[in-house]
């Protein structure tokens, strides 16, 4: 097995006569220019030109990058995708909107064949997130990327799959971090413990950290740069991380464990930019777009949202303080009084109107938190997403009388079972508050 860290979750796996490319975000911005990326160079470009397959994880643009995939096919024309299928979203209706030739569905929890020795499967997690398994010769080899469960989800996950060779997965938070201030010595350190505690359960000979290589641009939360880790840190777990660089291929030997290292191509540091917003959007546009916007939220979930307190937002650029009522379905002006978060005019336009509003927001890191703390953001954010990812209540309801939704709950088993016992939906580093 031969593994090429390209740039961020990209990725190549080679087996037998099979190149595997994964999730490749080789230029711009993301998260409604939240996110760039740390290291850039054009000759990641090179390394996919003759690629068999692509596989990509989930919708979060530094996996699924149109602009990047545009590009690579040009280059690579008869790319064969593997497009993940699943009850809530179909990642084929994408690839065919980009003129992709040779799309193959890729069904949850269903091994495909690619020879007699080869084969993929594919383990969905947290709504559209997912993890690959690649099995060549009789040996396994995990990317789990961004698939984050609890530790009873993920020991469960892992004696279903059987001995892990080498396991991948991400080691940086990405998104806002839900706190006041920021003690980066801290989080620094949870974020080790994170990653240690992630792969941990799969008991894997080896495991590369990756698909953590962005930096936050927006100004309201440059300051969580300072609270990244990189290889250097994670080294000290000890010899079973394997220090692979962007650039650089591990060969890999399952008989004996034995791996080498070879640089391919040199992928420098990007020059760090930071958003400069200027664009006010008039409130009382907002005002529309807010009633619009919390009430389909609020009929979701069967007017649940209803008895949350309501979030206190400070409009910078207006000089407006304004309640987010799911009461009363929209926004309401407020005296001039301390707020749970600081944001920008069209942060809230893109946060309450764009496709995945809630994630460009969230994940783009697009504001403060203010004096208040986080209050009632942890419950905002959670429905949100939920009714973005098209996962409300109304709809998972729906999916208890049909074969597709009971399949989607059936292959998630292990992860809905950890919520019950963890009865936690976020990472370590964000439980304390300051």
């Given at each position: 097995m031969k593994i090429t860290l390209i740039n961020h979750a990209s990725c190549i796996f080679e087996f037998g006569s099979y190149k595997l490319l994964c999730d490749p975000w080789f230029e711009g911005f993301i998260f409604g220019g939240g996110w760039g990326l740390q290291y850039e160079s054009k000759k990641c470009y090179e390394l996919v030109k003759n690629s068999t397959h692509l596989w990509v994880s989930h919708f979060h643009e530094d996996h699924l990058n149109r602009k990047t995939l545009i590009k690579i096919l040009e280059i690579n024309p008869e790319l064969i995708i593997f497009a993940n299928d699943s009850c809530n979203f179909q990642m084929s209706k994408f690839f065919k909107s980009i003129n992709s030739k040779n799309i193959i569905s890729l069904d949850e929890r269903k091994e495909f064949l690619l020879s007699n020795n080869?084969?993929?499967?594919?383990?969905?997690?947290?709504?559209?997130?997912?993890?690959?398994?690649?099995?060549?010769?009789?040996?396994?080899?995990?990317?789990?990327?961004?698939?984050?469960?609890?530790?009873?989800?993920?020991?469960?996950?892992?004696?279903?799959?059987?001995?892990?060779?080498?396991?991948?997965?991400?080691?940086?938070?990405?998104?806002?971090?839900?706190?006041?201030?920021?003690?980066?010595?801290?989080?620094?350190?949870?974020?080790?413990?994170?990653?240690?505690?992630?792969?941990?359960?799969?008991?894997?000979?080896?495991?590369?950290?990756?698909?953590?290589?962005?930096?936050?641009?927006?100004?309201?939360?440059?300051?969580?740069?300072?609270?990244?880790?990189?290889?250097?840190?994670?080294?000290?777990?000890?010899?079973?991380?394997?220090?692979?660089?962007?650039?650089?291929?591990?060969?890999?030997?399952?008989?004996?464990?034995?791996?080498?290292?070879?640089?391919?191509?040199?992928?420098p540091k990007s020059n760090k930019e930071t958003i400069k917003r200027s664009n006010k959007i008039e409130f009382e546009e907002l005002i529309i777009l807010s009633k619009n916007y919390l009430s389909k939220v609020n009929k979701s979930?069967?007017?649940?949202?209803?008895?949350?307190?309501?979030?206190?937002?400070?409009?910078?650029?207006?000089?407006?303080?304004?309640?987010?009522?799911?009461?009363?379905?929209?926004?309401?002006?407020?005296?001039?009084?301390?707020?749970?978060?600081?944001?920008?005019?069209?942060?809230?336009?893109?946060?309450?109107?764009?496709l995945y509003g809630t994630d460009q927001t969230c994940v783009g890191a697009h504001f403060s938190i203010g004096k208040l703390g986080r209050g009632p953001l942890l419950k905002y954010i959670t429905f949100c997403m939920l009714f973005d990812n098209k996962l409300d209540l109304v709809r998972l309801l729906k999916m208890l009388f049909t074969y597709k939704g009971l399949k989607f709950f059936f292959n998630r088993r292990e992860e809905i079972i950890g919520l019950i016992f963890s009865r936690s939906f976020i990472a370590d580093y964000q439980k304390e508050i300051d």
């Open positions: 080869s084969s993929i499967k594919r383990y969905p997690a947290t709504g559209i997130d997912n993890a690959l398994l690649i099995k060549h010769c009789g040996y396994n080899y995990l990317n789990l990327n961004d698939v984050v469960l609890s530790k009873v989800a993920l020991k469960a996950l892992a004696k279903e799959m059987g001995p892990i060779e080498i396991i991948m997965s991400n080691f940086n938070h990405a998104g806002k971090i839900l706190k006041s201030s920021i003690n980066k010595n801290k989080i620094r350190k949870s974020l080790i413990e994170n990653y240690q505690n992630n792969i941990e359960p799969f008991n894997a000979k080896y495991s590369i950290p990756f698909a953590s290589y962005h930096y936050y641009r927006a100004p309201e939360s440059s300051e969580q740069n300072s609270a990244m880790i990189g290889m250097d840190e994670l080294q000290s777990l000890g010899n079973s991380v394997i220090p692979i660089k962007l650039g650089e291929r591990v060969s890999y030997n399952p008989l004996n464990k034995e791996f080498k290292i070879k640089t391919l191509i040199d992928v979930f069967l007017y649940l949202p209803a008895f949350f307190k309501s979030l206190i937002i400070n409009i910078y650029d207006l000089g407006l303080v304004i309640k987010l009522s799911f009461k009363q379905n929209k926004i309401l002006l407020l005296k001039e009084q301390d707020s749970h978060i600081n944001m920008h005019s069209s942060v809230l336009k893109k946060w309450l109107s764009s």
